[in-house]
């Protein structure tokens, strides 16, 4: 889709009709994986054990959104400030911190032995930003996609994705393999950035 340089109402449609499919059987899966479990640790936490959690992940939504605008702003301003592109900032310093969040909560996941989580937080925030956010980005308009990206940060993502596919099918991730993802992203930077 990105390939052709825009990204039009009709694509956004795919992309959310596909977003659909992905949360029905993801949803549909995990009941039929949990065999009830989730339904009596709910009714043995009761209903005061779920409104904190609620309440918090509605209000860091909240400063989610409210950063968002100040990120954009920021991004434009350092993009004209230094006279680097658009496409170039939000590709690199937009994407890092974008990304932080997501990090955060992998690595805490990780560190709590929580390896599921850690994985489908990865998976999940990268199906959701490649359906969700370029659908509803595209739903509200065309999206036009700077050729610049489609001749590098396209074929990086795609080789990324491989990447990660292939770690993933083996169902572990070692210290080394983490290392050459974490490569993979300076290498990606600094070529971006025309440094080597």
Request: proline content about 2%; aromatic content about 8%.
């Amino acid at each position: 889709m990105l390939w052709d340089g825009s990204v039009g109402r009709v694509e956004a449609v795919i992309l959310l009709s596909a977003l659909a499919v992905y949360m029905h059987y993801v949803l549909t899966q995990t009941r039929s994986d949990g065999d009830g479990d989730g339904e009596a640790a709910a009714t043995r936490t009761g209903r005061s054990g779920v409104v904190r959690p609620v309440l918090m992940l509605l209000g860091s939504a909240l400063f989610i959104l409210a950063g968002a605008e100040g990120t954009v702003t920021s991004a434009v301003g350092i993009g004209r400030t230094l006279d680097i592109g658009a496409e170039i900032i939000a590709a690199s310093a937009v994407a890092f911190g974008t990304s932080l969040p997501e990090v955060s909560v992998t690595v805490a996941a990780a560190r709590r032995g929580n390896a599921e989580m850690a994985v489908g937080n990865v998976l999940g925030s990268n199906i959701f930003n490649a359906l969700a956010v370029t659908g509803i980005s595209a739903a509200t308009g065309m999206l036009v996609v700077p050729a610049s990206l489609i001749g590098f940060a396209v074929p990086i993502m795609l080789v990324a994705t491989l990447l990660v596919y292939f770690i993933v099918m083996q169902q572990e991730m070692t210290k080394w393999e983490g290392a050459l993802l974490l490569l993979f992203y300076v290498f990606f930077i600094a070529e971006l950035f025309h440094w080597i």
